[in-house]
Structure formats: structure tokens, C-alpha cells
């Protein structure tokens, strides 16, 4: 029993790995991957050309804790992760390095992250219901949609971990319905994400 129950294991977990290989999953994680890899560069490369050039990047970044309010900033990026990402979540990460406490502010990031995704999930929903809105959207993220209706959670894993915007593929994930509760399963790997880029960032801040 136990031997046939391993063997219908493998053979399930083969076809799958066949089924993302021929469909192009394993291709398109490596490009994201390569996408993620430049902004990284980037962005870092930034930090150190402002810090060294233009202005003191931790002065910067203590003078915005000292001017604004925690409230008002997180408010911001969680406008920010619930309409498209338009803000990079690093540049968020960084300012939470030299708040008053580092660890709960970015926490709480990564719980607006979280959260923000759960209202982009909604939104997508919510577009279903307006025939208009779907057809420009179905338009607009077509690939994205395409992408989520092949892979499914893996997508959201992927979209969760990567420096792609977690809010389109949680509104892709909305418009063709996928099951809620596996969403938000898989997007506590926001949370992951989150803990790692600031073990990068909050040593150069």
C-alpha cells in the first residue's frame, strides 16, 4: 500500500513538473528572477551614488522619521500595494531601517503589503462585475491573467517573493476567481520577502 501510494505521489508530482515545463512556468520564473536581479542592482547602486554624490541617505532617511508621522507613511505604501505597486516596497524597507524600532515597522510593511494584496484580490473581483471595467482590464493584464489561469497559486508564490507588482497578479487572481483561501495561504510569502530584502537593506542604511 505504502509503495503504491508513493508511486502515485511521483507520478502526480512528474506530471505536474512536466505540465510547468511545457506550459513555460519554469522559463518564466527564471526571467522574473533575471528581471528581479537589475532593479536589486539598481536600486542599490542608487543608494550608494545619492549617499555618496548628492546627499547623506541616513540623514535623508531620519529626517523623514523625524517630519512625518508612521501613520501617514504607512498609509502610503498601503495606497501604494492596493493600486498597482506604483511605489517600490524597498524604498518603504529602507525608511522602516532607521525608525524607532526597525523590526515592527517592517512588519507592519509587510503586513500593509499583505493587505494591500487582499484588497487588489477584491478589486479584481469587483472589476468581474462591471462589464466595461473586466473587458479593459482583461485588455490591459492580459498576460498576467493568461499566466494565472496556467499556474494558479505558483504564480501568486512567485509574485509574492519577486520584485514583481503583487498587486496586479492579486487582481489578475480576483477577475478569474481563485479560491481565497489558497490566496491568502500563499501570499503570507509576502511576509518572507519582506524579512529577507531588509536583512540586504537595513545594512546599508
Known sequence: MKKDAKSRKKSRLRLMHQYYRYTGFYSFV???IKKAIVPIILFVGALFALDRFVLDIEDTLVMVTETYSPLVILSIFFASESLLGLIPPELFIAWAGKSASPILYLSFLAVASYVGGIVSYHIGR??????SVHEAMEVKLAQHIKN???WGGFLIIVGALLPIPFSITSIAAGIINFPFSSYLMFGLLRFVRFYLYALVIFEMV
Do not use: C, M, Y
Not at 126 to 131: E, L
Open 30 to 32: 527564471w526571467k522574473s
Open 126 to 131: 469587483g472589476i468581474t462585475k462591471i462589464p
Open 148 to 150: 494565472t489561469r496556467k
